[in-house]
């Protein structure tokens, strides 16, 4: 069974800057797609950024000219840079994997804390 691993996370400022990581336990695992969710607490979990194995990029508007995402196939990681951190981007930052024909194998990582607070 494929595991995403994430570190990163934490407490930042306002304003600040924080990066994640994600990466897969078997690099020669292939996801059609990689990227990042966000629960915030009494909320659903939604999207903030995926990445194609071909490199197409979606954001969500609420991250848009904030966030980066990037992936490396090589080394079947996925990272997420915040840049100009907002208290509403608190949240718990899940990875996110699909792989098969139809994109319908789903995998999550265990979730890493981001709070924007001063």
Known sequence: QVRLVETGGGLV?????????????????????MGWYRQASGKQRELVATVTSG???RY?????????????????TVYLQMNY??????????????AGYFND???????TQVTVSS
């Open 55 to 57: 490199g197409k990029i």
């Open 13 to 33: 400022q306002p304003g600040g800057s924080l990066g994640l990581s994600c990466a897969a336990s078997e690099i020669i695992f292939n996801f059609n797609v």
């Open 85 to 98: 951190l907002k208290p509403d981007d608190t949240a718990v930052y899940y990875c996110h994997g699909s």
């Open 60 to 76: 969500s508007e609420a991250v848009k000219d904030r966030f980066t995402v990037s992936r490396d196939n090589a080394k079947n």
């Open 105 to 111: 194998e789903i995998y999550w990582g265990q979730g």
